[in-house]
């Protein structure tokens, strides 16, 4: 999926989003997600939550005739909503103030409050808006956001109406997928794990914070439940530049999507992004029906990920620097999760942006075989207990590699 907020952020500029759905269909976008912005008077954060009809002075024919033409299953809609919040300055909350928790002074964030989702009148204002939407237009997907703490009184029944409002769209609408999106990733718990389709883990796509935030969530949350974008080179939420190839590799391990404004991308990039997304989707079986694993790693500069087919046939491995190395010979990599008793063909996974960046040359001749396409055939055993000698890679670089068994397993 491409999601538009890095991209456009609020400028829906109709010719703007006809460009990006141009490259999106291109690079092989199966779902493009229009972020905040599409709904009336909502030029900024400060104003119109709670307001939700599509905003006529930026889409005079509604989202019928949205950028690129009317979606098909190739490349469906998907729209962005934060159903339990409401701006001081909407027309929902000059006609119902009583419906806005907390007192009238209360500190705001993001210049918004939280709307009582526990009165009825306000649960089914929300609920028929939404259903007008699904109903009206071809929207297959919901981002859910909630921007702010519920720290009002009556928090345990905002969260209960909040549950029988997805419950009742998910009974009126089967086929919307919801994303729950909190702020990055504050409402990602069991309740809500029962009523929505993918997680938003964080509002970083910086690739070196998103390593670390994967690998804590993926405890909990499948890949295939956990949303994980491609962004610009240079991260919205912490500035830090970061390669092409290293943000690729990180956003492969995931419910894979892109949040860049690609009409600003290269050539070279956009065939880099063409196919890594070719890869997702080849791939995407294996990474979303997998087994998780992760090597335990004494050096926390570097880390060892991937998934595991659950016949142990196949894998996709990332090696990982996150920072320098403590030692100038890193030890060996182990892979976990696969069969010992067979013999598996190594291969450097190219998602589109070449090697990644590698300190001297000095590699050991396995990652040299590899990068020249020769086959590289290791045991089982090597691979779960004694590891692959690491090729030097620079900080915050990864090389993703796919192994797949040649033999069937050896007995004894």
Known sequence: MLNTWEAVYFDHDLPTLGRLVDVAARVGVERFVLDDGWFRGRRDDRTSLGDWSVDPDVWPDGLHPWPGGSPTPACELGLWVEPEMVSRDSDLARAHPDWVLGRTDALEWRHQRVLDLANP????????????????????????????????????????????????????????????????????????????????????????ERQEIHRWTSLLVPPEHLGAHLGDARAHTTGRTSDLGFRLATSLFGHAGIEWDLTRADDDEI????????????????????????????????????????????????LVALAAPQAA????????????????????????????????????????????????????????????????????????????????????
């Open 121 to 208: 009148g306000a649960w089914a204002h929300v609920h028929d808006a939404l259903a007008a939407l699904l109903r009206e237009y071809p929207i297959g997907f919901l981002k859910w956001d909630h921007n702010r703490d519920l720290l009002v009184p009556g928090a345990h029944r905002q969260t209960l109406a909040l549950y029988r409002m997805l419950d009742a769209l998910r009974a009126q609408f089967p086929a919307v997928e919801i994303e729950s999106c909190a702020s990055g990733g504050a409402r990602i718990d069991l309740g809500i794990a029962d009523r929505v389709d993918r997680f938003w883990a964080s509002d970083t796509n910086d690739p070196l």
């Open 271 to 318: 065939a880099a992004v063409t196919r890594w997304a070719a890869a997702y989707r080849r791939l995407r079986g294996l990474l979303h029906g997998g087994t998780v694993v992760r090597a335990d790693v004494a050096d926390p500069a570097l880390a060892v990920h991937g998934v595991v087919a659950a016949d142990t046939t196949e894998a996709v491995v990332a």
């Open 329 to 412: 010979l890193p030890a060996p990599a182990l892979v976990p999760g696969l069969d010992s008793r067979r013999t598996y063909r190594v291969e450097h996974l190219d998602l589109g942006a070449g090697a990644p960046l590698t300190v001297g040359d000095a590699h050991p001749r396995w990652w040299d075989d590899a990068l020249a396409g020769r086959p590289v055939l290791v045991p089982g055993r090597v691979l779960t207990d004694v590891g692959l000698a690491r090729p030097l890679l620079a900080p915050q670089q990864a090389c993703v590699l796919h192994l797949t068994a040649v033999d069937a397993p050896t007995q004894g």
